[in-house]
């Protein structure tokens, strides 16, 4: 079965700093990788997708995620936090074996310090 | 260009009362689902549609109905309303294809008290 796991679900950094969200998923088959954004009242937005070919993705607002086959991982990263990134995120999977469906993590909550 | 669009945004229901969630979608898509997401609990899948007519079971369908007449549309509907299902509840939508990222709907916060 597939499934995703979020370590730490609350994040902090400050103003200018990496941004490091981790994202480890379970699949036995060839996953795809999805990185969502939640900001506060709002629904969610994809950031990012991996699906095929190049394991660096590169998504919206600066963020970036490697697919990490033999580490079964899928970490978000920005160089320099700005204020604007505080907000709630979400890894999710799906496969050809899930139909469909997506697998997400719990989220990690992400504080950004000025 | 409207995308997902939920009714209402905001609800409080008294136990046992009925209700039903309205979801629309204007991008054509063939894949519907409703989420909800609970504090620290992620997104959790209710039930999903993958065409006007089918419908079907996701992780927690209990207390929850659903169907699906037109691609558009894919409400939701609450029987018998428990404290348990409060929550908010997102739909979303996909294209066909298995790469094809969700598209959200902004959510009903619905309370049970």
């Known amino acids: 079965a597939q499934s995703v796991t979020q370590l730490g679900s609350h994040v902090s950094v400050s103003e200018g700093a990496l941004v490091l969200l981790r994202c480890n998923y379970s699949?036995?088959?060839?996953?795809?990788l999805f990185w969502y954004v939640q900001y506060p009242n709002q629904g969610l937005q994809l950031l990012l997708k991996y699906t095929t070919g190049a394991t660096l993705v590169k998504g919206i607002n600066g963020f970036e995620a490697e697919f990490k086959k033999s580490e079964t991982s899928f970490h978000l990263t920005k160089p320099s936090a700005h204020m604007s990134d505080a907000a709630e995120y979400f890894c999710a999977v799906s496969d050809k074996d899930t139909g469909n469906q997506f697998y997400f993590g719990t989220g990690t909550s992400l504080t950004v310090i000025p | 260009n409207a995308g997902v669009t939920q009714t209402p945004k905001f609800r409080i229901l008294k136990i046992g009362q009925s209700m039903t969630l309205q979801c629309t979608q204007d991008?054509?898509?063939?894949?519907m689902y409703w989420y909800r997401q609970d504090p620290g609990m992620g997104l959790k899948l209710i039930y999903y549609s993958v065409g006007a007519g089918i419908t079907d079971k996701g992780e927690v369908p209990n207390g929850y109905n659903v169907s699906r007449s037109t691609t558009e549309d894919f409400p939701l509907r609450l029987e018998l309303a428990a404290p348990s299902q409060t929550s908010v509840y997102f739909c979303?939508?996909?294209?066909?294809?298995?790469?094809?990222?969700?598209?959200f709907g902004n959510g009903t916060r619905l309370t049970v008290t």
């Open positions: 699949s036995s088959v060839p996953p795809y």
């Open positions: 991008m054509n898509h063939n894949y």
């Open positions: 979303a939508s996909s294209r066909q294809e298995y790469n094809s990222p969700l598209h």
